[in-house]
DNA sequence: GTGGTCTAGACCACG
DNA sequence: GTGGTCTAGACCACA
């Protein structure tokens, strides 16, 4: 599980860090109950902050991706995934926001299926999730 | 073309009403060359400060979106604006993040289709821009 | 609505703050829709730093209680509170804890019955939410 | 006596170690002058740092419910330790917290109450000591 | 003015 | 060794 961060752009670090977790746990390079590596090693290899760290694990947690106990964080991933009441709003409007935005700058539908199909390869979903299955 | 503001979001004023201009765009409730309301009555109307309506507007000056001249801002949306520099990759990434935000609380793709086919129909590009013109 | 932090005690700060503001809101004292203190000036006031307090409100965002928007934090505590799947336990075991510890040193029930009423009285709930109402 | 210690959790081992003792004496598992078993065996058979049970027991005697001498801890829980100094202030205030946050989040003292019955039936205390006893 | 992010560093609790 | 709490202070974004 290799992390990278960059510095020059608007995203926070802490929100790299949940993507690029989740990521790892969508494509498999992080099983469930595996331990993170914990947030001052990480955040020293990172060379960011152990703040930093700690607010993107805790943020995992809240989500209910991963798990905290007192030997560190681990990959929790299971079916009760607290999700807030309104999640799936959320993810929609964001999900028309960025489309919008494709759109008004000539991105075709067709270009983001594409998209879809490449990331869909990249987790090894392609099979029966795929965005083009039917 | 009426926009709707919250002020219970995080989502910064400038950001919905950049939003909401690109899609009175895209679905045609805004044509080519038509003026927009000026800063201070948008911003009076809104109920918003005007630096912010002010902030919208150049931001979609800069996309190449609006045109900004003596009258005021006024649609451009022309062919030069598809040739954004990095905007693609930016909006892939966005995209990416998304999609991976929902997959990992259980939004298959198949949800995220057909939510593409909701805005398609929205924004009636069903013809010739559609996501399932093929 | 004024709190009271007390340094020489291992309840976290955050955590009395939280607790001090549910109270608020219980019993009256702070009215739904109302702002409150902004970070940095509570922080003054209490002799604590910024994170502290942004902390306890950012936990109570998370519960539902508060709504933050770009204006500060307001009081929300509508009926769509978010509670984690599995709050009930997590509060059922504490309140078990807490009456296992009394119990063992002496503590009646009908002592944390009159505390209750204490409680319910201090918070204006006797009439239809009263521990003894039956 | 039978414990169970779940690691999945941030309550720290020696205090579900306290917690489960103080249960065993209350609902009649554990009986006074009863010897508990060693440190080493414990923490062996639990799979924990020897430290760790020694600190639970530690906690205990200096509750006044358990005794140590050259043989080992055993159980006191005489009337002596009833005359805890702030010890009902302390619990007092545990129990105002929990009630407050099961109350703002739509838990009622009905509830409470229920679940107090519960507890008392658990512990075998429903003669002298029961909730409802009036 | 508001909150958000990040850093640096200290001290504590747990095992 | 692990994470948790708190502080002090800087810089940025938003309105």
Known sequence: MIFAIETDTT???YTQL???IKQAI???QANIGETLPSVRSLASDLGVNMHTVNK???ILVDEGILRKSQQ???IQFNETLREAPNFR???QEQFKSVLIDGLIHGITFAQFQEWS???AEELNLSENES???N
Chains 1, 2, 3, 4 share one sequence.
Do not use: D
Request: net charge negative; glycine share 8%.
């Open 131 to 133: 965005f083009n299955s």
């Open 72 to 74: 560190g964080y681990s």
């Open 26 to 28: 969508l494509n498999g």
């Open 89 to 91: 709003t959320e993810v």
């Open 117 to 119: 199909q490449e990331i």
């Open 11 to 13: 995203i926070p670090i």
């Open 18 to 20: 949940t993507q690029q």
């Open 56 to 58: 993107a694990y805790n």
